[in-house]
Structures are given as C-alpha cells and as structure tokens.
C-alpha cells in the first residue's frame, strides 16, 4: 500500500478507507474534467486518418493562420518581456509612491473579460471609435486586421512576465545589486552580470506562459478580427470557423496543432518547477 | 501621463538606493501600461460615461440584457462552488497520497491555463453533444448538457478548476502537522482533525480560489459559446451579448453592458475579499 512518505505519525494518517476513496474521486473528477477533453481532441484528430489530417492542416486558410499566430505571439512576446522586466525592476529595487496602485494596475487584464479586451479596441480604433475617422483619413486599418489582434493580444497578456518576476525580485531584494553598483558596475552590467542570472528561469516561466495565451486567445481577437479567413484568422478563430462549418475533422486536426503547443508548454514548465524550483517565484501559480 | 510619470521619478530619485535605471524602467513601465491597458480602459469608461442615466438606464433595464448577466454571474457562482468544492479534495489527495500516476495529473491540472480555450470548446461540445462520448448516456437518464446552461456549468468547470486547486495546494503542504499530532493525542477523531483543525486553515486559500475561478468564469467567452446553444434569455452569456451588438454596430449597449459586468464582477470581489480577510484573521462570519 503506498503510504506518505513524509508522514511518521499514525495519528495523522487518514484511515484506508477515507484515502482510497479520495484518491479514487480525485483520479476520476481530473479524468472526466481534464482528461477527457485532451483526448477527445486527439482521437476526433485521428478520426479521419493521416492523410485527411495532412490535408487539413495543410490547407492555405490554415496555413495563413499558423503564420498569422506565429506572428502575434513574436511581436507580443518580446514587449511582454522587456515590460515585465522594466516594470520588475522599477518595482522590486526602488521605492516609490503609489507602488501598490501600479501592482494592482497591472493585474488589471486578468480580471476584464476578453470579450471586454477586443471592445476598448473597437472603441478606439473601429469605424466609429476615437480614431476611426482620423485612420480612414490616413487608410491606417487597425481593427479587422493584424496591428488590431496584436493589441488586444498584448492587452491580455499584459501581466504574466511581470507576474512571475515580481516576487521573486522582491524575494532577492537589491543587496547583490548595490553592492555591483559600489564596485563600480554600470546600469547595464549590472543587469546582465548580476539580476540576470539570478531571474532567468522564472522569466522564461513568464515568456512560455505568456506565449501560450498569446497563441491560444480567442475572446479577445475574435472581437477585433473580422473572421477574414487567410488574412485575419489565428488558429483558435480558424478552429472556430471550421467547427461552425460543421468540417469537425478539420477543426480538431487544426485544434491537435494549439493542443500540441499546450502540452509542450506544461511539459516546459513541469521541467522548469523540477529542475529549477529555486529560480522561481514561490507563490501559489494561477493564471 | 507622461508628466505625472516624470514628477514621481523625481521625487523618488532622492530616496532611492545606489542603483541606476528607476527613470527608464519606470518610464517604459507607465507608458506601456498607459498605452495598451489604462487608456483603452478610459475609452470604455469615457464612452459609457457620456450615455447618461437615461441612455444607461434603456440598456441596462433590457430584459435580454438581464437574462444574461443573470446567467453570466449564475453559472460563474455555481462553476465556482462546484470547483472550490472537489478542487479542495483533489488538493488534498495529491499533496498527502502517493499513489501511481500522482506527479502525471499534478501536472495535468494546469492544462486549462495553457489549452485554447476555442480547443476546449470544442472538445467538451463533442463530448457531451447527443452523439458524444457521455452525450447519450446522460440523456437517457434525462440529463442534457450541451446546449443549455448546464452546458456552461460544465465549460466553466474544466476552465476553473485549476485556479482552486492551485491555490488550496500551497498551503495543503505547509500546513503545520504538530497542529493535527496535537489535536490526535488530545484524542480528537480524524474526522474531527480534519474539520476542527485543518479546514479552518485552508478556508481562506479556498475562497481565494473561489473568488479567482469565479472571475475567470463571469468573463470567460471562447469555451462556452461553442457549448452553450446561445439562445437568447436562455443560454446567451453577457460576453456573448456584447460581441452581438458590436455586429450590430449598437457601441452603446456593447459599452454599457461591458461596464455593468466590470463593475458588478468588482462589487462581488471586493465582498470576497473582505470575507476572506475577516476568515484568515480568525473572526466568525
């Protein structure tokens, strides 16, 4: 019988009856919530044979698509990054006021519906927005086009570098730092000789999270997108329109693409939690 | 903006420590924010702004437009409490047993964070769809799923489900085990363990969870719409409602419905918090 390991006392050890039976509702409520949709993905993918398969994820809407996505999530990426490094660093080695405002400002993007995300855009930007006669002016196209996706993509992943950086940097604190700055080192060395090294697995935990949101977000695009198909679609909104086209062997062959993408994104982040727990963030991760 | 964001790194350059780069960092920090976050916010708040209580008042007293907030904020509380009630159990489970195949659906839990949510539509429509895996079963015991408001429980379920778990986890494994040794040889029950001394001391972590499943849940789009059946006063969420009007070129209703769920979804965050801060500083409810 397995037991706990890190339990010596009898006391405290549920009774068999009690663990088996939570052990059994815990295998089968993850199985049925989560379990069961990764493989439903996976076998209606299969369902159609290698060739239908290729067939569809071949497809030219498709492959404009995989390279409208690709795109996104290279121009959303880098900014995330280097905001949530700027913003860390302000934050984690200076004080200043209305810190806490700024943290919570910050976090704002995860508690606005996506839906909500693609609107403030379409205010702005769309025919009737702030902008829209002064872009119809210039023949600027923002919303139904791709600056448009990749505005609202970069607003709803706004906060996850910086998330992950935060408290670590705040864990660390600025001794190792002032004491490079006493020594004479400059803003930039200090950077990458000293915090650098100290942050670099937790910033690629933020980038890995970050770039699966960003490839993966549907409310928030499909508002400002126009469903052009092979010029305005990313892959989730390709997905979309495939199920909608009652083509559902296509639509999880293209879903099977976005579902390999998550399943390598945990498998990153499961090795970086393992190998280097330490070099992250000690706060409880939900995104 | 910029100015104010000038005027604070000067007066905070004074007090600051040795290190360099507050006025650039910060700089970038306000104007990225500003830029993408906190002005096409404004935009929202100006617009609904100008509408008046009466314009307000015309969208907000729409009986479609309550039906869906009704349904919104419903099935985000009962997703929620379904979730803050067997993502606890499963916390538990996978941090004090150790049973074959623990580590692989530890990992699994966080797939709701990193799968599409368009994917997971799909998928649970599938699954529980009249010719589904469980679609038919479950109807023949007279239980429809797909294209009713269950429906949405259920997309809602799998979206959530992470966020309980993942915050009761943390604290499940620093737990103190003198607390339950002590309360054993004063020969409390386990049963009475568990409900005396450890359950006060994860509730605060299960109505953070609670509170962040129920957030996800009120806005979430991509999962549910494919599910849901989307019939008016029935099965519309509000997001949905919002990207409808936006078709029909009405900004108004669209903005005015946006903010009614931003603030209404604050209203109840707020009163959870303030639940939860009264809960882990130990007075009674």
């Known amino acids: ?287 | 903006m910029t100015r104010m964001a000038t005027s604070v790194v000067r007066t905070s350059w004074r007090q600051a420590g040795p290190l360099p780069g507050l006025g650039l960092t910060l700089g970038l920090s306000l104007t990225w924010l500003s830029l993408i976050v906190l002005i096409p916010l404004l935009a929202l708040l100006v617009k609904s702004a100008g509408l008046g209580p009466a314009g307000w008042w015309a969208i907000a007293s729409d009986p479609r437009v309550l039906s869906a907030m009704k349904l919104s904020f419903g099935t985000a509380l009962i997703a929620a409490l379904i979730n803050t009630l067997i993502g606890t159990p499963i916390a538990w489970a996978l941090v004090r047993y150790r049973f074959p195949g623990r580590s692989t659906l530890d990992a699994l839990i966080d797939l709701p964070f990193a799968l599409p949510t368009a994917v997971a539509g799909i998928a649970l429509t599938a699954i529980y769809a009249g010719n589904g895996w469980l679609g038919p079963s479950l109807e023949s015991v007279g239980i429809k799923i797909a294209y009713t408001p269950s429906g949405i429980v259920m997309a809602l379920l799998f979206i959530g489900l992470p966020f309980t778990v993942r915050t009761v986890q943390p604290v499940l494994e620093n737990l103190q085990h003198e607390h339950e040794e002590a309360a054993a040889s004063l020969g409390a029950s386990r049963w009475t363990t568990l409900w005396r001394v450890n359950f006060p001391q994860v509730l605060p972590a299960m109505l953070t969870g609670f509170s962040l499943a129920f957030a996800r849940g009120v806005g979430e789009y991509g999962s549910v719409i494919f599910i849901a059946g989307n019939l008016p006063y029935v099965s519309e969420i509000a997001p949905l409602l919002i990207v409808i009007k936006l078709e029909e070129f009405d900004y108004r209703g669209a903005t005015v419905l946006a903010m009614l769920m931003l603030i209404a979804s604050f209203l109840i965050l707020f009163l959870i918090n303030t639940l939860q801060r009264r809960v882990a500083r130990g007075q009674t409810l």
């Open chain 1, 1 to 287: 019988m397995a037991r706990p390991s890190e339990h010596t006392s009898a006391a405290i050890t549920d009774p068999a009856w009690l663990r088996w039976s939570l052990i059994g509702a815990a295998v089968a409520l993850i199985a049925v919530v989560i379990l069961l949709p990764l493989a439903m993905v996976i076998v209606e993918a299969a369902s159609a044979g290698w060739f239908a398969y290729l067939d569809a994820v071949t497809e030219s809407d498709t492959l404009a698509a995989i390279r409208l996505t690709l795109l996104v999530s290279v121009l959303c990426v880098p900014a995330n990054l280097v905001f949530g490094i700027c913003a860390a660093w302000a934050i984690t080695k200076f004080r200043f006021p209305g810190k806490n405002l700024l943290l919570t400002l910050i976090d704002l993007p995860f508690s606005v519906s996506p839906v909500v995300a693609g609107l403030v855009f379409v205010l702005l930007f769309g025919s009737q927005g702030w902008f829209g006669p002064w872009l119809r002016e210039h023949e600027i196209k923002i919303i139904f086009s791709t600056p448009g996706i990749v505005l609202a993509t970069m607003f709803v992943t706004f906060p996850f570098v910086a998330r992950e950086l935060i408290p670590l940097m705040q864990q660390q604190g600025a001794d190792q730092e002032e004491a490079a700055a006493s020594l004479g080192a400059g803003g930039w060395q200090i950077f990458w000789r000293v915090t650098f090294p100290n942050v670099r697995w937790a910033l690629l935990y933020g980038v890995l999270l970050c770039n699966a949101r960003a490839m993966g977000e549907f409310g928030a695009v499909s508002v400002v997108s126009g469903h052009i198909r092979g010029l305005t679609n990313t892959l989730p909104l390709q997905v979309e329109i495939l199920h909608n086209e009652f083509n559902s062997a296509a639509a999880f062959a293209v879903a099977s693409l976005l579902t390999l993408v998550a399943l390598l994104t945990l498998g990153l982040k499961l090795w970086l939690e393992r190998r280097h727990g330490e070099g992250l963030a000690h706060t409880p991760r939900s995104h």
